[in-house]
């Protein structure tokens, strides 16, 4: 089996999802720690060659190069882990998973991210806060049924999106989870059962 390459900035930017599936699934890998300047933007000679986009993940797995943590961590499942960490693509939940494995960066993260990017005025902060707490009302009409009866998004168990949804609402004190988890007893535990993971503490996910 090839060891893969794994380029990042730093365990917590959005190569955590890769790295704790990668760490789930028991594959080698090897971090490559790009060189940043202070405002976090990659300034590593070359590698836009390997990703034109210039971020953070990206992967080499022998002759693939990919990036975009959720193709990325959908490749890697259904290449190493398909049948247990997705459903195949014949069972019923291969929809459900699918959606979201997208509506995790698309939907979760395209606002949670405002948080850290949004923010230049107190005005902007403000605004920022009250749109993602709008945001957050919606999602918890889709989370909080679906956790509040099982221990998963998936009726079938621990799943590759439950890496992407929890890495993104992050732990306690990270911007997401205030809004998301906090208050809600079976969001929190879900979390805090994630956490507990020995894949998700070697991946650092949460530090
Ligand atoms: N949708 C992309 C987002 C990638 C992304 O924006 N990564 C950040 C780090 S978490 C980055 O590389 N930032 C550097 C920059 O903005 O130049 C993904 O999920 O992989």
Known sequence: MNTIKLYSMAYQDRSDRVR?????????????????NDNWKVIEQGYCDINPMNRVPTIVDGNVTLYESAAICMYLTDKYSYGKLAPTIDSPYRPQYLKWMISSVGTYEAAIARLFTHTKTDLEKFQTREYVASQAEIWKKELLPILNHQEYLLPTGFSTCDIMMAAIIGNHEAPGYEFVAKGHPTVEKYIERLAKRDACIRAKVYG
């Not at 704790?20 to 940043?36: A, D, Q, S, T």
């Open 20 to 36: 704790w599936l990668m760490e789930e699934i028991g594959l080698p890998y090897e971090n490559h720690f790009l060189k940043v």
